[in-house]
């Protein structure tokens, strides 16, 4: 069982590194490109550092991983700019192209399911409907700060920094991405608890 988990993690991070590697190659904008993957060289060292003595649920790394990608390749094109998106703005007949919407969704899906686990294995919350408020109630908390990071590249970057903002002209950008954030948590409760506790109810029997 540790065998395949330790392969599972060694092969999530050679893609994660090979992924960064491409990505930065030749990425539309350095500066957008280095602000866009560097919650990953934050999420990065503790992942790695923590692996031994609080390894998470194979589920869990399986969608870190999936989380990264989509700030990678937002941060190679630019989220206005990612393909996918245009794909999907033709396809829905939308103003505007939405690859920024899909990862505020993953940064309350994600985060959500990154607080719960921690939450419950260290038994700090007892009780499933307080559990899932604080769990939204964290997400939240990602979800303004993030606003707040990207409120203060715009003042110390000016123009610069609207390829990070990816507004597209949209004023209610900010909200809308703390919406996005509020229903990936959301889905992610309502769709993942029960498997997610599995997960690590088998993690606990196998420590």
């Keep these: 069982m540790m ?5 599972l993690f060694v092969i999530l ?8 590697a491409l990505s930065g190659w030749h990425p539309y904008d350095r ?14 060292p503790v992942l790695v550092t923590t692996y031994k003595k609080f390894p998470l649920t194979t589920f869990l790394y399986v969608l870190i991983f999936l989380h ?15 393909p996918f998106g245009f794909s999907l703005q033709e396809w829905f007949h939308l103003s505007r192209n939405p690859y920024d919407k899909i990862g505020h969704f993953f940064q309350g899906f994600v985060p959500a399911l990154v ?11 007892k009780g499933t409907k307080i559990l899932a408020f604080i769990v939204v109630c964290i997400v939240l908390a ?21 390829e990070f903002l990816g507004t597209q002209g949209d004023p209610w950008d900010t909200q809308s991405d703390m919406f996005l954030a509020l229903v990936g948590a959301i889905t992610a409760l309502i769709f993942c608890s029960r498997f997610h ?9 196998n420590q």
């Design 31 to 44: 500066t957008t490109w280095i602000l866009e993957i560097f919650p990953i060289f934050i999420a990065l």
């Design 68 to 82: 990264a990608l989509v700030l990678i390749v937002g941060g190679a094109y630019s989220y206005a700019r990612v």
């Design 115 to 125: 607080a719960r686990e921690i939450l419950s294995r260290q038994h700090l919350v």
């Design 3 to 7: 065998k395949s988990r330790n392969l």
């Design 142 to 162: 990602i979800s303004a700060t993030y606003e707040l990071i990207e409120w203060a590249a715009a003042l110390m970057l000016g123009q610069g920094a609207d």
């Design 13 to 20: 991070l050679s893609g994660l590194a090979l992924s960064l």
């Design 197 to 205: 506790e599995a997960q690590i109810s088998k993690l606990s029997a």
